[in-house]
């Protein structure tokens, strides 16, 4: 997609990625045991530093993007769909965190609406830096902070006009694999926790064949978007110089 972006990776890591085309950050750490927590926290302060409002983290296991339109869901070959999102954010004082959906759940046979509401923030996700939040845990830190800066009165937008194709969880080697995956009773203890951090809105159950936790974000949904002073909002169609062609 031709999108820069900075590879962080662990010191043990770099043989693997030194042949990807990417400003490389190899941290000052490795195999803490921690899951992505260090990194993930590592890459908002980095993001600080620089002197950004925002930053965009993603998982490693991410095939590609999608736009999804008149229940297509084409593959996009550059980044304009991340200025899309971020133009959007950004006419709002109150969004804390953002992202694209999994393109797995925005099915061609649904119909569904451009973005959602005050909900989980996977995996693709545009954060504000001046949030007052880290990263914590080892398990289901996405939903955790999702629920952290709903119970504030912040917003999330969940895009679904915007969509990551990513590798269903466990099906790739490397990440959390071995700290994290391989020694839970069916995630159980993944469910647990979250319900310990959130025992008003999670529930555990089971769910085709593994433990789950099941959120209850009913209670958001006061949350409202606060439009920025000045910003004037048109009723027409910019479809930000994107064309929808045939390969």
């Given at each position: 997609?031709?999108v820069p972006?900075?590879?962080v990776?662990e010191p043990?890591e770099?043989?693997?990625y030194?042949?990807i085309e ?16 260090p990194?993930?926290?590592f ?5 600080i530093?620089?002197?950004?409002k ?11 993007f999608h736009r999804?339109?008149r229940?297509?869901k084409p593959?996009?070959?550059s980044g304009t769909?991340f200025?899309?999102?971020e133009?959007?954010?950004d ?5 804390a ?5 999994y ?11 451009a973005?959602?509401l005050?909900?989980?923030i ?6 504000d830096n001046h949030?007052p939040y880290?990263?914590?845990?080892l398990?289901?830190e996405d ?12 917003c999330?937008?969940?895009f ?11 099906r790739m ?10 020694t839970t ?6 469910a647990?926790?979250?319900q310990?951090?959130?025992?008003d809105v999670?529930?555990?159950v089971?769910r ?6 099941l959120v209850n974000?009913k209670p ?6 606060i439009?920025?002073?000045g910003?004037e909002?048109?009723?027409e169609t910019?479809?930000?110089n994107?064309k929808l062609?045939t390969?």
């Open positions: 997609m031709k972006f900075y590879l990776i043990q770099f043989n693997e030194k042949h990417a400003d490389m950050i190899i941290l000052p750490f490795s195999n803490l045991g921690q899951g992505s927590i990194a993930r926290n890459v908002w302060e980095h993001s530093k620089l002197g950004y925002k930053h965009w983290i993603l998982d490693d296991n991410i095939e590609g999804l339109n229940n297509e593959k996009v070959s769909i200025k899309c999102a133009d959007f954010v006419r709002y004082v109150n969004v965190i953002a992202g694209f959906n393109h797995s759940f925005c099915k061609t046979t649904d119909k569904v609406p973005y959602y005050n909900t989980r996977y995996s693709c996700i545009l954060i949030i880290r990263w914590r845990g398990y289901n939903t955790d902070l999702s629920l952290r800066v709903l119970k504030d009165g912040y999330t937008i969940l679904n006009a915007f969509l990551a194709a990513k590798v269903t969880t466990m080697k490397g990440g959390n694999t071995d700290e994290v995956y391989k009773n069916n995630r159980k203890e993944f647990e926790s979250l310990e951090q959130h025992p999670v529930k555990v089971w085709f064949s593994r433990w789950h936790h974000y958001f949904a006061k949350n409202i978007l439009r920025k002073r910003v909002i048109s009723n910019n479809e930000y994107m062609i390969i």
